[in-house]
């Protein structure tokens, strides 16, 4: 797009077809072409030692990575964005550039099991304490910030039980002490949740859920705002974080039908998680678009929509019910990650320390691809059905 006024107007949806393009500087082409590169060639000496060229190495950045961090960053309002080469790589890398030995992180209890394990695993070996906290605390959490409290990470809604908190009073009480405000934005995207309206610090993404979309690329992006984007590129440059031109070519490539996808998924995934609230197998489904679930007040206050993955708690039944259920579908697979243009259906058990689970039945994940909803309803009962 050609004006940085133009940018500001432009919807969403306008955004996703033009940014992170640079025609003119690339023979015309419309895309920015996939630019592998270790080594990149300075002219002279003097280049050299200033650092003065826009590429230095290809750990750095390249064309296509900074394309898609270019894209991200203005799509959520950030200062900056940072590609790693995963999504969990954006959440430890966020972290690291947060907390230093001594300091403490309080981690809401909702948080995406391997998020947990680094902050219970790999921190106290680094001398940071972690300890998690009820994502419905809300303007409370101040109660739990000691001198020591230099972050708070969130995942608003939970990736696997779905409570929204409410991130602007939580980052209230986090910067009033002193302490930066993380979330794992990677259900929302950044269409869904502007991050840094709402006082959020750094953002960080599984771009390869979503926005990458196809369930081939690996990717993760930390964006930051302006306090917090030096402290996040010295840490990725010391750990030496980035990713592949192929990689950041897949993303970019997801990223420009976000919309398009998103919007028909959430549709479809709105149809069925409705029918399924029907359904006498089921006890409560989890998914903050309903109007009864609990989270939908918050949602519908800070969320422009919704993503495709929820979760249903089912009654009570015996493991071979629910093997039954699951092993019979015709549509939905069994997988890690949440599924991309196709529907993915997984068992999963919450782990929680500051709260309680207490759902006497087991807790399915559901995601809803892009196949017809009449179709991926059709399976859904039969599975139903199987567990009697
Ligand atoms: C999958 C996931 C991640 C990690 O992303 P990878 O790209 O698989 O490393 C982080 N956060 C959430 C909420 C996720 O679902």
Redesign the pocket.
């Known amino acids: 797009m050609a004006t940085d006024e133009s940018r500001e107007s432009a919807g969403d949806a306008t955004l996703l077809a033009h940014l992170g393009r640079n025609s003119e500087r690339q023979d015309g082409l419309v895309n920015t072409p996939v630019t592998r590169a270790s080594t990149i060639l300075f002219p002279d000496l003097k280049t050299l030692r200033a650092g003065a060229q826009e590429y230095s190495y290809g750990r750095h950045a390249t064309p296509v990575t900074k394309a898609l961090q270019d894209a991200l960053a203005q799509l959520e309002g950030a200062h900056a964005a940072f590609l790693t080469s995963?999504?969990?790589?954006?959440?430890t890398t966020a972290i690291l550039s947060a907390v230093r030995a001594g300091d403490h992180i309080l981690v809401a209890d909702c948080v995406?099991d391997?998020?947990r394990k680094f902050c219970t695993e790999a921190l106290p070996g680094l001398g940071v304490s972690a300890s998690f906290f009820d994502p419905l605390i809300g303007a409370d959490i101040a109660g739990l910030i000691t001198p020591q409290t230099k972050a708070v990470f969130l995942?608003s809604p939970g990736?696997l039980t779905f409570e929204v908190s409410d991130v602007a009073a939580i980052a209230d009480a986090a910067h009033q002490a002193g302490a930066k405000v993380l979330l794992?934005n990677?259900?929302a995207t950044p269409l869904f949740f502007k991050s840094f309206r709402n006082g959020v610090d750094i953002s960080?993404h599984?771009?390869?859920?979503y926005i990458s979309g196809h369930a081939d690329g690996?990717?993760?992006a930390i964006l930051a705002n302006e306090h917090a984007a030096g402290d996040v590129e010295r840490m990725r440059k010391l750990i030496g974080q980035n990713n592949g031109a192929d990689e950041a070519y897949l993303a970019l490539r997801g990223l420009r039908s976000l919309e398009a996808r998103l919007s028909r998924q959430a549709a479809s995934a709105l149809e069925i998680a409705r029918w399924l609230e029907t359904r006498p197998e089921v006890a409560r489904v989890l998914y903050p678009a309903l109007e009864n679930d609990p989270g939908y007040r918050l949602w519908q206050r800070d969320f422009t929509g919704a993503a495709s993955l929820f979760s249903v708690v089912l009654h009570p039944c015996t493991e071979d019910a629910l093997a039954r259920m699951v092993d019979g579908m015709r549509l939905f697979s069994m997988g890690y990650?949440?599924g991309a243009f196709e529907s993915l259906i997984l068992p999963s058990v919450p782990i929680r320390s500051a709260t309680e689970w207490n759902e006497a039945g087991p807790l399915v994940r559901i995601y809803i691809g892009l196949e017809d909803p009449a179709d991926l309803k059709q399976d859904l009962e039969a599975a139903l059905e199987r567990l009697g």
């Open positions: 995963c999504g969990l790589a954006a959440v995406y391997p998020t995942e990736s794992d990677s259900w960080v599984s771009v390869t859920k690996m990717c993760g990650s949440w």
